[in-house]
């Protein structure tokens, strides 16, 4: 099977059509879904071109995925959401955010499984769900609130621009070295968060 450091090829044709390089074989967007479900990973690139489209192609699985009846996994106030966030300040935020919840809820699938079994019930099944999507949103805001000084910051850096321009270079130095701190400092937040959240 492939694997992260070995991903299988897909090539991409003029014609749409997607050639498996691994066994020689024609294959579908289908075929391609259940490769991820199996674990397989896969890198499609453009035959003509080389580029590696393979964002724009998950992204189509997922459309096509999202159009059989009865397989909606995404609500259409999360899409609305997330289009209102490409060009927003915190766009940059987003992408790591969705990784680091959806690997959280990866690795406590299984416990979440367990108690819906034991519920016996859509009910409760929801409610576990729904628990687990509020720590990850709290995870979140606390990741978000290490970045609240920016605020403040805004009105100091006004209030020295009305005195004196001196010693500049020193403050944006002083600056740099602020922001590294307070990412470090997030990133040991989210650890900490994360380890709590195993231990729950």
Not at 19 to 39: F, I, K, N, P
Not at 55 to 77: D, W, Y
Not at 129 to 152: C, D, I, Q, W
């Amino acid at each position: 099977m492939a694997t992260k450091e070995n991903p299988t090829v897909i090539k991409k044709y003029a014609n749409r059509r997607l050639y498996h390089t691994g066994t020689s074989t024609y294959v579908t967007l289908e075929d391609l879904a259940q490769m991820v479900r199996e674990g397989e990973d896969f890198v499609v690139f453009d035959a003509k071109t080389n580029e590696d489209i393979t964002r724009s192609v998950l992204t189509q699985i997922i459309f096509e995925e999202e159009n059989k009846a009865g397989q909606n996994l995404l609500p259409v106030a999360f899409l609305r959401q997330l289009i209102r966030f490409y060009g927003d300040s915190m766009q940059a935020l987003v992408p790591s955010y969705l990784e680091f919840s959806i690997e959280n809820f990866t690795r406590e699938q299984q416990k979440l499984r367990e108690k819906m079994a034991e519920a016996f019930g859509p009910a409760a099944a929801f409610k576990s769900m729904e628990e687990h999507v509020r720590t990850n949103m709290a995870m979140f805001g606390e990741a978000l609130k290490l970045f609240s000084p920016f605020g403040p910051r805004v009105e100091q850096q006004e209030e020295a621009a009305a005195r004196p321009r001196q010693g500049e270079a020193r403050q944006s130095s002083d600056d740099l070295d602020e922001l590294k701190r307070q990412v470090l400092e997030m990133q040991a937040r989210l650890d900490e968060l994360a380890k709590g959240a195993g231990r729950g």
